[in-house]
């Protein structure tokens, strides 16, 4: 079992920038080759989104087109933990945010194995 822990959402401007952080605990599968985490995110009234993911070998990363150029997501495999820089936020990127770990990932999106309690940005107009 995968423990995703999320945290660094808030409230913040059109314009403005937050970097979430995911912390992965238990029973980790980091060495495995397949071995990916990211993000999704949900807003009210509309449909689960595949926002961004990270492979745990080699660091190549997965972006949907709605936050490519806005949102970079990095790793630090010493901390497990994953992080989403969101920068030029706009408020259609108010959601919640999951974390979510695969241990299979083939390509964008992920199919999320393990999924955080999820962590909430707005933003403000």
């Known amino acids: 079992q995968v423990h995703l822990v999320e945290s660094g959402g808030g409230l913040v401007q059109a314009g403005g920038s937050l970097r979430l952080s995911c912390v992965a605990s238990g029973r980790t599968f980091s060495t495995y080759s397949t071995y990916a985490m990211g993000w999704f995110r949900q807003a009210p009234g509309k449909e689960r989104e595949f926002v961004a993911a990270i492979r745990w070998s080699g660091g190549r990363t997965d972006y949907a087109d709605s936050v490519k150029g806005r949102f970079t997501i990095s790793k630090d495999n010493a901390l497990n933990t994953v992080y989403l820089q969101m920068n030029s936020l706009k408020p259609e990127d108010t959601a919640v945010y999951y974390c979510?770990?695969?241990?299979?990932?083939?390509?964008?999106?992920?199919?999320?194995?393990?999924w955080g309690q999820g962590t909430q940005v707005t933003v403000s107009s």
């Open positions: 979510v770990a695969d241990m299979m990932y083939r390509g964008s999106p992920l199919s999320g194995d393990y």
